[in-house]
C-alpha cells in the first residue's frame, strides 16, 4: 500500500479562521513533509518531520505551525492566513534515506 | 547549490509521437537519489523512478524509459507512443542530505499535451 491520504480535499477559509490540515500513511515511513504549491509551480517545501521531529522549517511564517502526533500523522494548524497562502498543500512521506517520496493529494485551500 | 533544470516548459505531440523530457541536474553529493514524478490535472504527484547516483543502467518499463548519464549530469526520460493519458506535468527531481536530513529539490516541470 503506497497511500497517503489528506483531509479535507477543499477548504475555504476566512483571513480570521482556525483550521487544521490532516495526512496520514501507513507505509511505514519514518519522514514526513508539508509542501506548499502555487499554480504552475513546483512543489515548494515547507517543512520535514524525521522520525517525528522537526528537522527542517523552510523558514515558514509561524501563521503554519506543523504537528506530527505519531509516525502516521502529520498535521498542519493554519491560523490567520493571508489571501496568498490560497495554494494546493501537499503531505509526502518516505523513508529517511532519500529515498522517493510518496505523496498525498493535496488540499486545495482558498483564503478570503 | 544543488539544482535542478527542466528547459522544457510545455511540450505538445500528437498520439502516438514518441517524446523525451529533458533533465539535468547539479550536485557536489557524490551519493544522491534522483526521481521523475508525474501530476496529472487532478494534482496528486505520482513517483515514476528513482536512480542512484551508483546505478546508471538505463530502465524501460512498458512505454517510459529513462536514460540516466552522469558524465553530463542528465536524467532523462522518455515516453514511447504517447497517449492522450499522457497528458500532465512531469518533474524531475534530486534529494540532498542537509544537516542529517534528506530535502528534496524539484525542476520547474515540463507541461506536456498529447494531442487526439
Known amino acids: 500500500d503506497t497511500e497517503v491520504t489528506q483531509t479535507p480535499k477543499h477548504l475555504v477559509m476566512g483571513m480570521t479562521n482556525k483550521k487544521s490540515l490532516k495526512c496520514e500513511q501507513h507505509?511505514?515511513?519514518?519522514?514526513m513533509y508539508w509542501y506548499k504549491q502555487k499554480a504552475k509551480k513546483p512543489p515548494e517545501l515547507m517543512f520535514v518531520?524525521?522520525?517525528?521531529?522537526?528537522?527542517i522549517n523552510e523558514s515558514v511564517p509561524s501563521r503554519f505551525s506543523p504537528e506530527c502526533p505519531n509516525s502516521s500523522l502529520l498535521n498542519l494548524h493554519l491560523h490567520a492566513l493571508q489571501p496568498e497562502d490560497s495554494a494546493l498543500y501537499l503531505c509526502?512521506?518516505?523513508?529517511?534515506?532519500?529515498?522517493?517520496?510518496?505523496f498525498g493529494p493535496g488540499t486545495r485551500l482558498t483564503v478570503t | 547549490a544543488q539544482k535542478v533544470t527542466q528547459a522544457q516548459t510545455e511540450i505538445s505531440v500528437v498520439e502516438k509521437e514518441d517524446v523525451t523530457l529533458d533533465c539535468v541536474y547539479e550536485?557536489?553529493?557524490?551519493?544522491?537519489?534522483l526521481f521523475w514524478y508525474k501530476q496529472p490535472p487532478s494534482g496528486e504527484l505520482v513517483f515514476l523512478i528513482r536512480?542512484?547516483?551508483?546505478?546508471?543502467q538505463n530502465e524501460i518499463s512498458g512505454r517510459y524509459s529513462w536514460n540516466f548519464q552522469k558524465s553530463t549530469s542528465s536524467f532523462n526520460f522518455t515516453i514511447t507512443a504517447s497517449q492522450v493519458v499522457d497528458s500532465a506535468v512531469y518533474f524531475c527531481?534530486?534529494?540532498?542530505?542537509?544537516?542529517?536530513?534528506?530535502?528534496?529539490?524539484f525542476g520547474t516541470g515540463t507541461r506536456l499535451k498529447v494531442l487526439a
Open positions: 509526502a512521506s518516505s523513508q529517511p534515506n532519500g529515498d522517493e517520496q510518496y
Open positions: 507505509m511505514g515511513h519514518r519522514a
Open positions: 518531520y524525521s522520525y517525528e521531529k522537526l528537522s
Open positions: 550536485t557536489r553529493d557524490t551519493t544522491y537519489y
Open positions: 536512480r542512484n547516483s551508483f546505478d546508471e
Open positions: 527531481a534530486l534529494s540532498e542530505r542537509t544537516s542529517g536530513t534528506y530535502k528534496y529539490i
